[in-house]
């Protein structure tokens, strides 16, 4: 866990914080098929295909943007640390490295929920995804039972 992230007290952790997230928010996601036209994505799991594939381009343009803002951020901040470390500038610019890392993580969430809607939409569950990760894998990469996919369904289309 990083120092910017906690589990409330009294709550016991999942065997994977990112499994479980996000198997809970393609859930979540799953079940606005039956929501109503108040729901983002319902609107997006049902409208015209283009909408969302709009958004997941939109979002990654904007992660790459944000991963070049911290990269610039924190070559200045590093920079101020040797040149003149313990000063007020030195301290302003290592607080706004972190903030433009924390901004890149956000965007990143951004894609994150526009591809799991994108997967929603075209029926494929997130074990699925996760085969088609695994399959690339090494045998020493790839996790003990991971899900794999049957060979007739590898690389498929290309
Ligand atoms: N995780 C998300 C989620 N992430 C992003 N978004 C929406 O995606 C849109 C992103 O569009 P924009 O880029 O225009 O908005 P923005 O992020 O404020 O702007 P930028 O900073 O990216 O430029 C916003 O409307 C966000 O609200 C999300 N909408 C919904 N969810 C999840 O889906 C659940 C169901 O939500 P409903 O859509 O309300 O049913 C929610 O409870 C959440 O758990």
């Known amino acids: 866990m990083s120092c910017k992230t906690y589990v409330p007290e ?19 996601i799953a079940a606005r098929r039956e929501a109503g036209e108040e729901s ?3 609107r997006l799991l049902t409208a015209d295909v283009d909408a969302v594939l709009k958004k997941v381009m939109e979002e990654a343009g904007e992660v790459a943007l944000a991963a070049k803002d911290a990269d610039t951020a924190l070559y200045f901040a590093g920079e101020s640390a ?3 470390p313990d000063t007020s500038a030195a301290a302003r610019l290592a607080e706004a490295a972190s903030q433009s890392v924390d901004h890149l993580r ?3 969430a951004d ?3 526009h591809l799991l809607v994108v997967l929603e939409r075209f029926g494929i569950g997130l074990d699925e995804f996760a085969a088609e ?7 020493d990469e790839r996790p003990a039972g991971a899900v794999r996919l049957y060979d007739d369904y590898v690389r498929r289309g290309k």
């Open 10 to 28: 009294g709550e016991a952790a999942p065997a994977s914080q990112v499994g479980a997230t996000l198997e809970a928010l393609a859930a979540t």
């Open 40 to 42: 983002y994505t319902h």
């Open 82 to 84: 040797d040149v003149a």
């Open 106 to 108: 956000y965007e990143a």
């Open 111 to 113: 894609v994150a929920y």
């Open 133 to 139: 990760l695994n399959n690339r894998m090494t045998e």
